[in-house]
């Protein structure tokens, strides 16, 4: 499956953001589906994963402020973003893990202080 990840951008501190990952194939036998994002210098980090019973976990830092979701019929994945901070600024990644683990290009959120 390929994924196309779209919806980064340049955004002021306390703004939102929603970021789309849209599939090339069904994604309803994915069972895991997620959002990893990757700062220069340092490795790729887990942001959020979703299940296809759509149990969510979020990274510590983003719980409370993120929402992953995801639309079986749309073949689609969603990441909304709200209150976002400097320390959230990376290339974010989508991934599905069918069972092997496809990554979609990454899309660049920037946060400004």
């Known amino acids: 499956v390929q994924l196309q990840a779209s919806g980064g951008g340049l955004v002021q501190s306390g703004g939102s953001l929603r970021l789309s990952c849209a599939a090339s194939?069904?994604?309803?036998?994915?069972?895991?589906m997620g959002w990893h994002r990757q700062v220069p210098g340092k490795s790729r980090e887990v942001v959020a994963l979703?299940?296809?019973?759509?149990?969510?976990v979020y990274s510590d830092s983003v719980k409370g402020r993120f929402t992953i979701s995801r639309d079986n019929a749309k073949n689609s994945l969603y990441l909304q973003m709200n209150n976002l901070n400097p320390d959230d600024t990376g290339v974010y990644y989508c991934?599905?893990?069918?069972?092997?683990?496809?990554w979609g290009q990454g899309t660049l959120v920037t946060v400004s202080s």
């Open positions: 979703i299940t296809g019973g759509s149990a969510t």
């Open positions: 991934y599905a893990l069918s069972p092997t683990p496809y």
């Open positions: 194939a069904s994604i309803s036998n994915i069972n895991v």
